[in-house]
């Protein structure tokens, strides 16, 4: 059977990401005469099996990308050689597998086995519970829904080991796999639970008190204004009450806590409450059962709450009453007004959705006060980040430097950061026999892994280790970038002292393949910022109401999470001249939102929208004007030396041969943008694959031929309409 020596390279797509998938370029799948999603075997210091996708065509064909778990089944590290091939893989008639005491007591064997079906693997192998894609007709929204019920937020971070499988060598779990914990029996049921009776689901989802927390209110870092709120709220409505009754007010307190998820919203009513009985339910959870099943739950925990007195919280609130009420709701409101109206009763409801629910809880008769909990700014997230760490043994940390590289971050998301870090801490002193203590490496290598639960509806732009500095020319570009959004954030006192305000908008307009995108990645970096990117037409739905809704959410959510910015890129798709479209006017709504965001009642602060467009011509005026993306830039096409700086850092990767001149190579590249010039180095090292399956470097003679392929693609015509409109400003 062939084999393949290649380089094991760590895969960073979030697709991929530790579910047991590595990337080869088609050409090596061919050379070991398989197809795309076969098995394989790895072998480093040791050997483990997965499954083999193709990878991106900039991928070279001697790399292999392999996420950070399977690269730790092999025994390899980044850049190691890894010996590929073929392997036969039987279906498991049974997989065991060991895990923390949270897992192992939150997941089912049915969950289990939905989080690891598809997956191969062999004894002694760590595997993950984010489930694979398998494809067409199939989805990973049941194995996903079901985890983050059993397991919450960190599921994505809970790594097992497989401890035995049958038949032995690498196997494959399958529907009708036998899938168990360690010292549990295993389980073959394929089909869902029986539905249960009315009372049954009361008992599986009811409410039970929760025992006291272990988080103090002085460890709320950034919510101490709100917690010393609610609890003043409490000691007047359950301690004091005769002082309000004395003024003529009832001592009725229901409270709604809003904020994005895993910002700390239930904790922060925990902590407070710890005094205090506090009766809990799970507004997921509960609201997932029949229709007589809440309102059972609802009867069972309001009764109990009314009888001991204390505080009943209501944790997302927005799963159990939806703004889609069904008629159950009206019977669950009126309940839940019995137990506010009730003297000694407390109620308190979260919600990361506010705008998804009921209306008739936020009503005076229910939750009459709301307390509002905003993502943590880079010293609280440092305070966090401190708190968090305070018994683990840890050396030299620089924790000022993870703040800054964490925006948009909660302190859920802060939390599986450590334990990511922990993990790859771990790993390392059992390699090494040493004792375990966190670095700061660990945590710097967590940042690749965890995603923030604050960015997880936008498409992202990846804060890497590039900067400005490495954008080869561009001048003028990087300058006015920086004037307008680095400058505004680093010194803002400067602004304060000379009387202006920064600017609030950017437009970044050039032909196609300029290095727009590469510049706003650039940017993002220098500024440690959360980025919030979307193409316009993404924003664009059928639904009357919907594409306005995406515009103020976007906006939302880049308030949030300031410092941000946000990227419009094809903003000429979402902001097109008014009146003069036929589609019963969502695009002149559309821009009015946009408008409006810009430049409305609400200020935005520390919030700068980019956009990019090729057709700027197109854009509505007022979209323009001064308050709005008022700094116009136009990005040239790469000149010769820029174009020598593009080929120097794309062939960073790619062994060029001595023969290869790139300052002449670049002079001859008249009309070539800088998506050209990447192009044209990775087709020539397709050439000289295609030259000799085992060559060394790129020739003279590869780039000649590449040249073949690889046209210009700039437009002398776009191009001179575009310096005609930058002349016109």
């Not at 000649?704 to 309409?721: F, G, I, K």
Request: aromatic fraction near 2%; proline fraction near 7%; charged fraction near 20%.
């Amino acid at each position: 059977m062939s084999s393949l020596t290649l380089t094991a390279r760590l895969n960073t797509s979030a697709v991929d990401s530790r579910r047991g998938v590595v990337r080869l370029h088609p050409e090596a799948i061919a050379a070991l005469g398989i197809r795309e999603w076969d098995a394989i075997s790895l072998t480093g210091s040791r050997t483990t099996a997965a499954v083999v996708g193709v990878a991106p065509r900039s991928i070279p064909a001697g790399t292999a990308l392999l996420d950070d778990v399977t690269l730790s089944n092999a025994g390899l590290r980044q850049d190691a050689s890894v010996i590929i091939a073929a392997v036969t893989v039987y279906g498991a008639r049974s997989v065991t597998v060991s895990g923390s005491s949270l897992a192992t007591q939150s997941v089912s064997s049915a969950t289990l086995r939905l989080a690891l079906l598809g997956k191969v693997m062999t004894v002694g192998d760590t595997v993950s519970l984010l489930p694979r894609d398998l494809g067409p007709g199939t989805s990973t929204s049941e194995a996903t829904s079901a985890l983050a019920r059993s397991v919450g937020i960190t599921w994505t971070s809970e790594l097992l080991t497989v401890t035995a499988v049958d038949p032995g060598g690498p196997v494959s779990v399958q529907p009708n796999s036998l899938v168990s914990w360690q010292g549990s029996a295993p389980s073959t049921s394929s089909a869902p639970p029986a539905p249960a009776s009315p009372a049954q689901v009361t008992t599986a989802v009811g409410p039970s008190p929760v025992p006291p927390t272990t988080i103090s209110v002085e460890d709320l870092k950034g919510s101490q204004t709100q917690a010393a709120r609610l609890t003043e709220w409490l000691k007047l409505a359950l301690d004091e009450p005769e002082l309000l009754k004395t003024l003529g007010a009832q001592p009725n307190l229901g409270v709604l806590i809003s904020g994005p998820a895993g910002v700390g919203k239930a904790t922060l009513a925990r902590a407070v409450c710890a005094p205090r009985t506090l009766i809990e339910l799970d507004g997921p959870e509960t609201g997932a059962t029949t229709a007589d099943g809440r309102l059972a739950a609802i009867r069972a925990a309001v009764g109990r709450v009314r009888q001991s007195g204390g505080v009943l919280l209501i944790s997302d609130v927005d799963a159990l009453l939806p703004a889609a009420a069904e008629p159950v709701a009206t019977l669950i409101l009126a309940e839940l007004r019995a137990a506010v109206a009730t003297s000694g009763v407390a109620f308190i409801a979260t919600t990361a959705h506010p705008d998804a629910l009921d209306a008739r809880l936020r009503g005076p008769e229910l939750c009459d006060r709301e307390l509002g909990l905003s993502l943590p700014d880079a010293a609280t997230r440092k305070s966090l980040l401190e708190v968090l760490l305070t018994k683990v043994p840890s050396q030299d940390l620089q924790l000022d430097e993870i703040a800054s590289r964490t925006p948009g971050f909660v302190v859920a998301d802060l939390a599986a950061l450590v334990r990511e870090a922990a993990l790859r801490a771990a790993a390392r002193a059992s390699e090494k026999a040493s004792a375990p203590a966190l670095d700061q490496e660990d945590l710097i290598g967590a940042l690749s892994v965890i995603r923030p639960l604050s960015r997880s509806t936008t498409e992202e732009v990846a804060v890497g280790s590039i900067t400005l500095d490495d954008v080869g020319d561009m001048v003028a570009t990087k300058q006015a970038l920086t004037e307008a959004v680095l400058w505004p954030l680093q010194h803002p006192d400067t602004f304060q002292r000379l009387g202006v305000d920064p600017p609030r908008g950017v437009l970044l307009y050039g032909p196609p393949g300029c290095g727009k995108t590469f510049v706003v990645r650039a940017l993002a970096s220098s500024g440690r910022l959360s980025v919030h990117a979307v193409k316009g037409a993404e924003l664009m739905d059928k639904w009357v109401g919907s594409s306005e809704q995406a515009v103020r959410d976007l906006f939302r959510r880049a308030r949030d999470s300031a410092p941000s910015l946000v990227f419009l890129d094809e903003v000429d798709a979402l902001a097109p001249r008014r009146g003069q479209s036929f589609d019963s006017g969502v695009t002149d709504r559309v821009v009015a939102a946009l408008l409006t965001e810009l430049d409305g009642v609400e200020p935005l602060r520390d919030v700068v929208v980019l956009g990019a467009t090729n057709r700027p011509e197109l854009i509505d005026p007022a979209l323009l004007r001064p308050g709005r993306m008022e700094r116009l830039v136009f990005v040239e096409p790469p000149d010769a030396q820029a174009r020598k700086d593009i080929l120097t850092t794309a062939a960073r990767s790619v062994p060029l041969d001595a023969d290869v001149d790139l300052d002449a190579l670049a002079a001859e590249l008249d009309g070539f943008s800088a998506a050209d010039c990447t192009a044209l180095l990775r087709e020539a090292a397709m050439a000289a694959m295609r030259r000799s399956i085992d060559a060394a470097d790129v020739t003279a003679a590869d780039v000649e031929t590449a040249r073949t392929v690889v046209r210009p693609s700039l437009d002398p015509l776009q191009v001179a309409s575009l310096r005609a409109f930058a002349d016109n400003r």
